[in-house]
């Protein structure tokens, strides 16, 4: 079988932290990215979660990643906008962006605020069924970050800074062509298309006119492909759980049989009113996983594949998983170190 070219490789880090001590758990997350470029990872990318013990605020701890990384790309998956004032986030964005040297990439999706009812007049400003969380939330975000001038050509701010032509601030350049959309519906994925949104892709799903995970997610990877407005070529991130056994110790190979056993049965059907599907966790000696890859029809389509780490394990777990997958995974695949 000839090898699977796989251009980028990148991982997804949960961001886990104790509620009791939760700079430990951050600090290991910060090392965990150091540790990735220097295995020579294309792309390090976080979870942005609210109310859980994760990373509230990708924006501001992908700001001290700048700082601790040079090279590596720095994502986020995904900044669900119904949380977000789009101007005040493409500012963060845009500063973030600045202090990395053009590495961020930011994943996005549409839709209510999902805690949104338990936070109630802590959050929203006004009459919630009013307010406005469809896809229009993400343009007003995207056009911000075309920073285009505002008001008049004539208009002025005049501070002690001096007297400037508003615009946002830092700009930039770049930015808008960064923005991913994490879909899970044909509808999504067009839109994400038509609007110059590359897409991000993972081991969840919508069972709209199938039950099968991969002919859904390739029916998804195909409307995106047709559909393409954007300026450049379409770009692919597909996510997998991968958890390579070479380089772990008996105990630990049995944990992740374990886990990925625990979590068979939702793949075999869909699940909840949602009909939401599932693909299996991958798991195995490096060989085995190869042949599984390189048989994943989604990949030959693929920019960048993602490989998304669990919940909840420690982090020697997760150094050990990208360490084989960095040296005994990825380069089998076509993939080379940068």
Do not use: S
């Given at each position: 079988m000839a090898l699977l070219a796989i251009p980028r490789l990148a991982f997804l880090v949960p961001g886990n932290y104790d509620d009791a001590d939760p700079r430990k758990g951050l600090e290991e997350t910060l090392a965990l990215l150091a540790e990735g470029?220097?295995?020579?990872?294309d792309g390090a990318w976080v979870r942005q979660r609210h109310l859980e013990p994760g990373i509230s605020s990708a924006a501001t701890f992908l700001a001290a990643a700048t700082q601790r990384t040079r090279r590596i790309g720095l994502g986020v998956a995904v900044i669900q906008m119904g949380y977000e004032n789009p101007f005040r986030l493409a500012e963060d964005l845009s500063l973030v962006d600045v202090l990395s040297g053009g590495r961020l990439e930011v994943g996005l999706s549409a839709g209510p605020p999902p805690h949104g009812s338990l936070l109630g007049?802590?959050?929203?400003?006004?009459?919630?069924?009013?307010i406005d969380v469809s896809h229009a939330r993400i343009g007003r975000l995207a056009a911000d970050l075309d920073g285009d001038w505002l008001a008049q050509p004539d208009a002025r701010i005049t501070s002690a800074a001096g007297s400037h032509r508003p615009r946002l601030r830092p700009y930039a350049p770049g930015l808008r062509?960064?923005?991913?959309?994490?879909?899970g519906s044909l509808r999504s994925v067009r839109w994400a298309a038509e609007n110059g949104l590359h897409l991000l892709v993972g081991n969840i799903n919508t069972a709209e006119h199938a039950d099968d995970f991969l002919a859904v997610q390739a029916r998804h990877v195909a409307t995106f492909r047709a559909h393409w407005r954007g300026t450049g070529a379409p770009r692919i991130a597909v996510g997998r759980v991968i958890l390579p056994t070479d380089g772990a110790d008996a105990a630990t190979r049995e944990h992740y049989r374990a886990f990925a056993a625990g979590r068979h049965a939702r793949t075999l059907a869909p699940q909840g009113e949602r009909r939401t599907l599932f693909a299996p966790d991958l798991v195995g000696p490096a060989a085995e996983l190869v042949e599984r890859l390189r048989a994943d029809p989604i990949l030959p389509f693929a920019d960048t594949l993602r490989v998304e780490l669990p919940y909840n394990f420690a982090a020697d777990d997760?150094?050990?998983i990208l360490a084989d997958i960095a040296t005994l995974v990825a380069p089998r695949l076509g993939w080379a170190a940068a």
């Open positions: 470029e220097a295995l020579g990872f007049e802590r959050f929203h400003d006004g009459d919630p069924p009013a062509q960064r923005l991913w959309y994490g879909a997760y150094r050990q």
